[in-house]
């Protein structure tokens, strides 16, 4: 930010004008404090030129300066560029820096600068400028060509102090510094100037009104003034001297704002924390009638809930000792099952045993049919009357088949073996006829005297009919295991009553067991809404001991702060107050720190005094009795 009054305008004016003419040069003579540079890069931007300055670091030296002249020289000279070079005295750490200085102010040329290929290079580079100008291109015209564009476009402007000896011994060294340029000095800044200053850089400080806002603008160049004469009187009483700069006035003005902001921004944050916390003490205070309410509604709830887990608890042991004794019920079911299916397995082991012994009976008698044939069996129903002995073997045959008929002849037989396939079909069918216990005892009894005549035998009947011998080995095994089924069959009903028991026994277990299976879910669910219960009761209980903790606590903190909160609220008032006070306090603190520190503890007290009454009559808020800035600013 730039801000221009008159003094500053002609500061603008004068460079400009030097500026915008052929070979202009400036040497501003000035405090560095005074800061010339914004006047010059302003007409610099009028004049549309660009600025170029050089940075000095540890290992700068001549030879680093002759490259950056060598640049600006060939900006200038062959490309025409418009240059303001900006230099101080303060770059110079060669004295020879100077000599190349001072021939250019003097006639634009700096012998020995370009080396010959550089100087060719340039002369080559303007053969087309020089021969538009209506001159021949010889090397010494487009050199001379060269430095007239090089005076024309590139400009100096020169910063010395003339605080020292420097600036006198080198004005009488290099005379160019003087004949060839625009001497502008920078004298020290007026009144109207610094209130300007002031008036624009304070224009975004919050203040309280618009007559602080002036108490505060126009502070600040009496205080830089009073400083001043002080600064005068010192020197008289104390042979010291104290310099005050615009930047002494400018860093004034900075601090101030830093330390106002600073200030008002802890003071706010401070009332803030204690009102913050004085809120809370006064919600506590409301809060404490609730948590009373709290605690006494929750002590009910939890009697309550403890009473539901009791009611709970003589439920579930109700039910258990009810599935307890059912579990008992279906233990004793449970062995009796296991004595019945022991009885049932032993006895299916014995009939099956018998039945096997019966089987090599049945497969005596299957094989004494397979010995039979329509052949031999056509044969002997063909017989008009049959061999001796084999009438009584399809007697017993007729018996087993018929159940015994009046009619044993052989007619009968024949008729019987008339259908061979059929006849064949009902002796293999009849050992299920036996297991079906459709044979009566008498049918077979009223073969047994037959059975026990002598030639009732396979090898002596054979000789006499082989469809006869296959027949009688038929009957003997067949009555056989008639005779060891009809030993089976008692022990067969016993095992199918033994397995009616088991049955019987299996459901009225299964019926226990299910009995059981839905006490235990009964009891589970009872177990389920208990621990339910316990929990909710117990996490009532903590509700309980967590509100009553809570009420301990906050009686604790009111009590512990009941005090506190009285002196909270002063205290808010006094910061209050405070804030108020605060832009005079901090004004006179800054311009304390920025201004009295040179001085002995007189001088200071004589300033402070000064500007206390300057405040005071502008109706400055300022905290009562005050009597030193840093007071001010350590409160």
Not at 6 to 18: G, I, K, R
Not at 330 to 346: G, M, P
Request: charged share 25%; proline share 3%; net charge negative.
């Amino acid at each position: 930010m730039l801000v221009l009054w008159v003094q500053q305008a002609c500061h603008v004016l004068s460079p400009h004008q030097q500026l915008s003419s052929r070979a202009g040069c400036l040497v501003l003579i000035t405090l560095p404090c005074l800061l010339p540079f914004p006047c010059c890069r302003l007409a610099a931007y009028i004049c549309g030129y660009t600025i170029v300055t050089i940075v000095i670091s540890g290992n700068y030296s001549l030879n680093n300066f002759r490259e950056d002249l060598q640049k600006m020289y060939k900006r200038a000279g062959l490309k025409g560029e418009g240059l303001l070079f900006l230099f101080t005295d303060s770059q110079v750490v060669d004295e020879r820096m100077l000599v190349y200085v001072n021939d250019l102010l003097a006639s634009g040329e700096i012998p020995d600068l370009f080396a010959q290929e550089d100087r060719d290079e340039i002369v080559n580079g303007m053969r087309g400028e020089t021969k538009l100008l209506g001159l021949v291109d010889t090397p010494e015209n487009c050199w001379a060509t060269f430095i007239n564009k090089v005076k024309a476009n590139l400009h100096v402007a020169f910063t010395a102090s003339p605080v020292g000896e420097a600036f006198r011994v080198r004005s009488q060294r290099f005379l160019a510094t003087i004949n060839s340029t625009v001497i502008d000095w920078f004298q020290p800044w007026p009144e109207v100037s610094l209130l300007s200053v002031a008036r624009k850089l304070l224009d975004d400080v919050e203040l309280e009104s618009e007559a602080v806002r002036n108490t505060v603008v126009e502070f600040m160049p009496f205080s830089f003034a009073a400083v001043n004469k002080a600064s005068k009187a010192f020197f008289e009483a104390e042979r010291r001297y104290n310099y005050t700069t615009p930047k002494t006035f400018l860093e004034l003005i900075k601090l101030y704002k830093n330390v106002l902001n600073g200030k008002c921004k802890q003071t706010q944050e401070a009332i803030d924390r204690l009102e913050n916390g004085l809120h809370k003490l006064h919600k506590t205070h409301s809060e404490v009638d609730v948590l009373v309410e709290n605690a006494r509604a929750m002590a009910i709830e939890v009697e309550q809930k403890v009473a539901n887990a009791n009611v709970f608890a003589e439920q579930v042991g109700v039910e258990k000792e009810k599935v307890n004794a059912e579990n008992e019920s279906a233990k004793v079911e449970a062995d009796k099952c296991a004595v019945i299916a022991r009885e049932v397995s032993e006895k299916q082991a014995g009939c099956e045993r018998d039945l096997a012994a019966a089987e090599p009976l049945v497969a005596q008698a299957e094989a004494a049919l397979d010995t039979l044939n329509k052949k031999d069996l056509g044969e002997a129903k063909s017989l008009k009357k049959p061999p001796p002995g084999v009438d009584d073997i399809t007697a017993v045959v007729i018996i087993l088949l018929e159940g015994n008929p009046k009619d044993k002849s052989w007619g009968a037989a024949q008729k019987l073996m008339n259908n061979v396939d059929k006849f064949l079909e009902r002796l293999r069918g009849y050992k299920g006829i036996i297991d079906q216990g459709q044979i009566a005892r008498k049918t077979v009894e009223a073969c047994r005297s037959y059975l026990e005549l002598p030639h009732f035998n396979k090898e002596v009947i054979y000789n006499k009919s082989r469809a006869a011998a296959g027949l009688c080995e038929w009957a003997i095994n067949i009555v056989k295991y008639y005779d060891v089924a009809s030993e089976v069959e008692p022990k067969r009903q016993e095992l199918a009553a033994a397995n009616a028991t088991l049955q019987e026994a299996n459901t009225t277990l299964a019926a226990v067991q299910q009995k059981v299976a839905e006490l235990n879910a009964k009891v589970q669910e009872l177990e389920a809404q208990f621990n339910a219960a316990v929990e909710d009761k117990e996490a009532a209980i903590k509700e309980s001991e967590r509100c009553q903790l809570k009420l301990q606590l906050a009686n604790r903190l009111i009590s512990a702060l009941a005090s506190e909160g009285e002196r909270w609220a002063k205290t808010v008032d006094l910061l209050r107050q405070n804030y108020n006070v605060v832009t005079g306090d901090m004004l006179l603190a800054s311009a304390f720190v920025s201004y009295a520190g040179p001085f002995i503890s007189k001088f200071r007290a004589g300033l402070i005094k000064e500007w206390i009454k300057f405040l005071s009559d502008r109706g400055m808020p300022m905290t009562e009795g005050i009597t030193g800035g840093c007071t001010a600013l350590c409160n």
